[in-house]
């Protein structure tokens, strides 16, 4: 804690908020552009979000914003289980086999560059129900980023490994588990955490479009309800989600991964 | 850290001392072996004609300028790679030959120029894995005998429940050579081990290698390009030279076991080294004006 508190690094972060919050609270409020005095700024903003009786219904005392964070926090946490589920061992698959990365690459470099958002029309009439079709979508760009990231990981796992395991006497599932997993498993969070980031950004995308909760869905209704405080409350509670998110994945991924903290710490 | 074991000195335990028996296997037959790249279209020649003996618990340097074969001769005993010509026995069994297909196993364990250890798995975890996987020994059984082993290897005992990247390059290939050793190996393969390392790191290195042969004695083929190494290790050095890659001469190692560092400046050392530098410099020009012959 105390390290926290001298640290460069945690100030400058404080300082860099701070100076956020200042340009939003300058341009919303001193610059005599019409178009930035519409906005809301910083203090409207945080006063209806912390306020018991909020104007516009949405604040952190009332129930139907934790029905939306809910919503959205389930969505997102389904397709990106899906996605880790089937994309780390598609990954570790098309890695490992010369021949199914035949099969799969080609595919993937077509079905990879189509933007989430051009899927919702097909996935809507393939679930028949805007539910599934929001987590479809959700889960193709986690899945996509998910099975890239760990293909590349067993790609990258130096062949010296693999022929010291098999002089040790190792069989194909040993050098599975004891090379291929932990080799790649550092390429295999990064993509994890890019699929989490770009879960969340697909995910608000397809509820603006196809569905009744979700904090995608509350910033697109307050636009059209001209709740202006309310869309930024809904943008924040999105960046918080998404950070909250991908730090977790962090956490996780570094207690599998003592052997990297310890050798990064020697570095540094 | 292990306090129940005796932290040993490296300096104390020196290399002098009694040498281990020559064990019973390990006896090394490559005839003939060639190796031909892409034989349908460009039809590279790695490797010719080449031909080694080595005896059950003989310690064999191989030496020659780059690109000329050693790795493929290295790749082709360890089971890596397919030979196209020739055949390579181990005590007797083929171990490779055009028609079989290569297969590494424990008998024949290397040790990587750039090292190989799991950077996932501690110290110790490496070194136990070759029997845990294998299913030879079972964990208790594997950590005792590991213990014990990297004890004997200058005190890396103490170093068991460290990640390899934090270790040093010299212990890290200790640790590599332990690992293998866990094996009970017939041969130990070599590949170029200590070619990064600065020659104070490269002494030390030699130190601990010798000590760990005279202690547990396995075949050892020691590919290296640096001569003074090849024959302070080694009891015999074979030349091999490029276009096409084969083995042109030999030389034996006369200098006395155990190997000590103050040999280094001993005059029948420096006599070997003469004679062996002058045979590498000779072949590498026949060699030379072979491949001038071939651009002609």
Same mark, same amino acid.
């Given at each position: 804690?105390?390290?926290?508190?001298?640290?460069?690094?945690?100030?400058?972060?404080?300082?860099?908020?701070?100076?956020?919050?200042?340009?939003?609270?300058?341009? %919303?409020?001193?610059?005599?552009?019409?178009?930035?005095?519409? &906005?809301?700024?910083?203090?409207?903003?945080?006063?209806?979000?912390?306020?018991?009786?909020?104007?516009?219904? !949405?604040?952190?005392?009332?129930?139907?914003?934790?029905?939306?964070?809910?919503?959205?926090?389930?969505?997102?946490? %389904?397709?990106?289980?899906?996605?880790?589920?089937?994309?780390?061992? &598609?990954?570790?698959?098309?890695?490992?086999?010369?021949? +199914?990365?035949?099969?799969?690459?080609?595919?993937?470099?077509?079905?990879?560059?189509?933007?989430?958002?051009?899927?919702?029309?097909?996935?809507? &009439?393939?679930?028949?129900?805007?539910?599934?079709?929001?987590?479809?979508?959700?889960?193709?760009?986690?899945?996509?980023?998910?099975?890239?990231?760990?293909?590349?990981?067993?790609?990258?796992?130096?062949?010296?490994? +693999?022929?010291?395991?098999?002089?040790?006497?190792?069989?194909?599932?040993?050098?599975?588990?004891?090379?291929? !997993?932990?080799?790649?498993?550092?390429? !295999? +969070?990064?993509?994890?955490?890019?699929?989490?980031?770009?879960?969340?950004?697909?995910?608000?995308?397809?509820?603006?479009?196809?569905?009744?909760?979700?904090?995608?869905?509350?910033?697109?209704?307050?636009?059209?309800? !001209?709740?202006?405080?309310?869309?930024?409350?809904?943008?924040?509670?999105?960046?918080?989600?998404?950070?909250?998110?991908?730090?977790?994945?962090?956490?996780?991924?570094?207690?599998?991964?003592?052997?990297?903290?310890?050798?990064?710490?020697?570095?540094? | 850290?292990?306090?129940?074991? =005796?932290?040993?000195?490296?300096?104390?335990?020196?290399?002098?001392?009694?040498?281990?028996?020559?064990?019973?296997?390990?006896?090394?037959?490559?005839?003939?072996?060639?190796?031909?790249?892409? *034989?349908?279209?460009? =039809?590279?020649?790695?490797?010719?004609?080449?031909?080694?003996?080595?005896?059950?618990?003989?310690?064999?340097?191989?030496?020659?300028?780059?690109?000329?074969?050693?790795?493929?001769?290295?790749?082709?005993?360890?089971?890596?790679? $397919?030979?196209?010509?020739?055949?390579?026995?181990?005590?007797?069994? *083929?171990?490779?030959?055009?028609?079989?297909?290569?297969?590494?196993? *424990?008998?024949?364990?290397?040790?990587?120029?750039?090292?190989?250890?799991?950077?996932?798995?501690?110290?110790?975890?490496?070194?136990?894995?070759?029997?845990?996987?294998?299913?030879?020994?079972?964990?208790? /059984?594997?950590?005792?005998?590991?213990?014990?082993?990297?004890?004997?290897?200058?005190?890396?005992?103490?170093?068991?429940? $460290?990640?390899?990247?934090?270790?040093?390059?010299?212990?890290?290939?200790?640790?590599?050579?332990?690992?293998?050793?866990?094996?009970?190996?017939?041969?130990?393969?070599?590949?170029?081990?200590?070619?990064?390392?600065?020659?104070?790191?490269?002494?030390?290195?030699?130190?601990?290698?010798?000590?760990?042969?005279?202690?547990?004695?396995?075949?050892?083929?020691?590919?290296?390009?640096?001569?003074?190494?090849?024959?302070?290790?080694?009891?015999?050095?074979?030349?091999?030279?490029?276009?096409?890659?084969?083995?042109?001469?030999?030389?034996?190692?006369?200098?006395?076991? *155990?190997?000590?560092?103050?040999?280094? $400046?001993?005059?029948?050392?420096?006599?070997?080294?003469?004679?062996?530098?002058?045979?590498?410099?000779?072949?590498?020009?026949?060699?030379?004006?072979?491949? /001038?012959?071939?651009?002609?």
């Amino acid at each position: 804690m105390k390290d926290l508190l001298t640290s460069k690094r945690f100030w400058l972060m404080w300082a860099g908020y701070a100076l956020f919050m200042l340009m939003w609270y300058g341009s %919303t409020n001193w610059l005599p552009i019409a178009a930035f005095n519409r &906005l809301p700024g910083p203090i409207e903003v945080i006063t209806e979000w912390v306020n018991p009786d909020p104007f516009y219904g !949405i604040s952190i005392f009332t129930a139907p914003y934790y029905t939306h964070i809910l919503y959205s926090v389930a969505r997102a946490t %389904t397709a990106f289980l899906l996605a880790v589920a089937l994309g780390v061992p &598609l990954g570790i698959l098309m890695g490992w086999s010369t021949r +199914f990365n035949e099969y799969a690459s080609g595919l993937f470099g077509l079905l990879r560059p189509i933007p989430p958002l051009a899927w919702v029309p097909v996935a809507i &009439l393939l679930f028949a129900q805007p539910e599934a079709a929001v987590v479809f979508v959700t889960f193709l760009v986690a899945f996509f980023a998910t099975t890239m990231n760990t293909f590349v990981g067993v790609r990258s796992i130096d062949k010296d490994y +693999f022929r010291a395991a098999e002089c040790l006497g190792s069989s194909p599932t040993q050098v599975l588990r004891h090379v291929i !997993i932990p080799g790649a498993l550092p390429h !295999i +969070f990064t993509g994890l955490q890019i699929a989490m980031g770009a879960a969340w950004f697909s995910l608000a995308a397809g509820e603006m479009i196809a569905a009744q909760y979700g904090l995608g869905f509350l910033v697109f209704e307050s636009y059209n309800l !001209i709740q202006f405080p309310t869309i930024v409350i809904g943008m924040a509670t999105l960046g918080l989600a998404g950070y909250i998110s991908s730090a977790l994945i962090r956490v996780v991924g570094k207690r599998l991964m003592q052997w990297r903290e310890q050798a990064l710490g020697m570095e540094g | 850290m292990n306090a129940g074991l =005796a932290q040993r000195n490296p300096e104390a335990s020196s290399t002098r001392g009694v040498m281990a028996e020559r064990p019973d296997v390990g006896k090394l037959s490559v005839r003939n072996v060639g190796k031909i790249y892409d *034989p349908e279209g460009a =039809a590279v020649v790695a490797v010719e004609d080449c031909d080694v003996e080595v005896e059950a618990g003989d310690f064999v340097a191989i030496v020659g300028p780059s690109g000329c074969g050693k790795s493929t001769l290295m790749n082709a005993i360890a089971g890596f790679d $397919t030979i196209t010509s020739g055949e390579i026995m181990l005590d007797g069994v *083929p171990l490779a030959s055009p028609q079989l297909a290569p297969r590494p196993g *424990p008998d024949r364990v290397v040790v990587f120029q750039h090292g190989a250890l799991f950077p996932w798995k501690t110290v110790l975890e490496n070194v136990t894995y070759g029997p845990m996987v294998q299913g030879k020994l079972s964990a208790d /059984e594997a950590r005792i005998k590991a213990m014990g082993l990297l004890g004997e290897c200058g005190g890396l005992d103490r170093v068991a429940d $460290t990640y390899p990247p934090q270790l040093s390059s010299g212990m890290q290939r200790r640790v590599e050579i332990v690992r293998a050793l866990m094996n009970d190996p017939s041969i130990l393969l070599l590949d170029e081990p200590f070619r990064a390392m600065d020659t104070v790191s490269k002494t030390t290195m030699h130190r601990h290698l010798l000590q760990m042969y005279r202690l547990c004695r396995r075949t050892i083929i020691f590919i290296t390009h640096d001569l003074e190494e090849a024959v302070f290790l080694a009891d015999k050095v074979m030349i091999m030279t490029s276009r096409p890659g084969t083995m042109k001469k030999s030389l034996d190692i006369t200098l006395p076991r *155990p190997r000590a560092t103050d040999m280094l $400046t001993s005059e029948e050392f420096r006599e070997l080294k003469l004679q062996l530098s002058a045979t590498v410099h000779e072949e590498a020009k026949k060699a030379f004006v072979r491949g /001038e012959r071939e651009q002609a």
